[in-house]
């Protein structure tokens, strides 16, 4: 969440990159027909990637005691609501659903 929102990009083996194929599409509020991103868009290749990275990572994981797991749920259960208006915000702009929706949303996850 702390990149421009004119691209997002994908998130995959702990790095922002793009599509491999390079392409992208816009996405557009249902509100307004704003802009609100440019998206890579992914394919198979990006899929098979992102896989490869995660059974990668999973052994480290697996391994890691679950005190050390909890830790890392705990911060991302903290910089969500740290976060929580904009997410609130940018769920809103994205689905067409009202802001009192997206909160609903948040606060069930």
Request: some cysteine; charged content about 25%.
């Amino acid at each position: 969440m702390d990149q421009d929102l004119s691209t997002v990009r994908h998130h995959i083996g702990g790095v922002r990159v793009d599509a491999a194929s390079g392409r992208t599409f816009v996405k557009h509020t249902p509100w307004t027909g704003a802009v609100l991103a440019r998206v890579a868009a992914g394919d198979a290749e990006d899929a098979r990637a992102a896989v490869a990275a995660a059974s990668a990572a999973f052994p480290q994981w697996a391994a890691a005691p679950p005190g050390r797991r909890q830790e890392i749920f705990l911060r991302a259960a903290t910089l969500l609501h740290d976060r929580r208006d904009r997410v609130r915000r940018l769920l809103a702009a994205e689905t067409g659903c009202g802001a009192v929706f997206a909160g609903v949303q948040l606060d069930s996850a």
